[in-house]
């Protein structure tokens, strides 16, 4: 039975994500990755401009717009609270990730993470030691991407972007596209394929490309929505949206 039978909706378990005012992608793939019997809040960062670049994400994420952006999601009662954005969370390089979540917990005393720590686990979850990067980023976030990453432990084989600028054209990416990046990105004898971006569309095409390639593919969001399953001790929606969701403990159909 589920809360939209139930009611009751504040008494179910809470999600909070920290989204970009620009996003689109996360909210959509969060309802097809959450169950029904869990409620997903959201606040929103404005990312300047709409532009996807070191110095705006640099701005967005120094602002105390953070800290109050995570009191909103748990004065509504979030149980962990996620940053989702991949390179607004690893641009300041190795720390940078655990910093912002620790902004986040000081501020609510809520147990927070970031995409880019959430990437970093999953990779480390399905035995990742070398990656290829599929990304809709300019070169400047590209090379942060691969630095952080390396300096995580894994070997970049490969990393290539589809130089968008504007974040809300990110979002009108079409499966086409998406795939087309994938399968342009990918390298034999790579441990799995990460797709980079909260607002690039990937979640229902994850499962096909890992029978595609045969390994494990990994998005931002599907990292994301992970970790915060995770830390709730809660199940995917459905076992049909890659292995790393399938993964979790109890996983619906």
């Known amino acids: 039975m589920t809360i939209h039978t139930q009611l009751a909706y504040g008494a179910a378990p809470v999600i909070g994500v920290i989204e970009l005012s620009t996003s689109v992608a996360i909210t959509v793939e969060s309802q097809l990755v959450v169950p029904d019997d869990i409620v997903v809040v959201s606040a929103r960062l404005r990312l300047p401009g709409g532009k996807v ?112 600028g504007e974040d809300r054209d990110i979002s009108r990416l079409t499966a086409a596209e998406v795939r087309a990046l994938a399968e342009s990105s990918m390298r034999d004898g790579v441990d799995a394929l990460f797709l980079s971006c909260t607002n690039m569309p990937t979640v229902p095409l994850l499962a096909d490309l890992e029978d595609q390639f045969g390994v494990p593919v990994i998005s931002s969001n599907s990292a994301t929505l992970w970790a915060a399953l995770e830390a709730i001790d809660a199940p995917a929606r459905s076992t049909r949206l890659g292995g790393l969701l399938a993964g979790l403990q109890g996983a619906a159909r």
């Open 53 to 164: 670049s070191a110095a705006t994400l640099g701005e967005m994420t120094s602002s105390t717009e953070l800290e109050r952006a995570a009191q909103q999601v748990a004065d509504a009662g979030a149980q962990v609270i996620a940053f989702a954005c991949t390179t607004g969370s690893l641009l300041g390089g190795p720390g940078f990730d655990t910093g912002l979540a620790e902004r986040m917990t000081a501020q609510t005393g809520v147990p927070a993470l970031t995409t880019a720590t959430a990437v970093v686990r999953a990779l480390r979850r399905v035995g990742a030691t070398s990656i290829a990067v599929g990304t809709p980023y300019i070169d400047e976030l590209n090379v942060l991407e691969q630095e952080f990453f390396e300096a995580a432990g894994f070997e970049v084989r490969h990393i290539e972007g589809l130089q968008i």
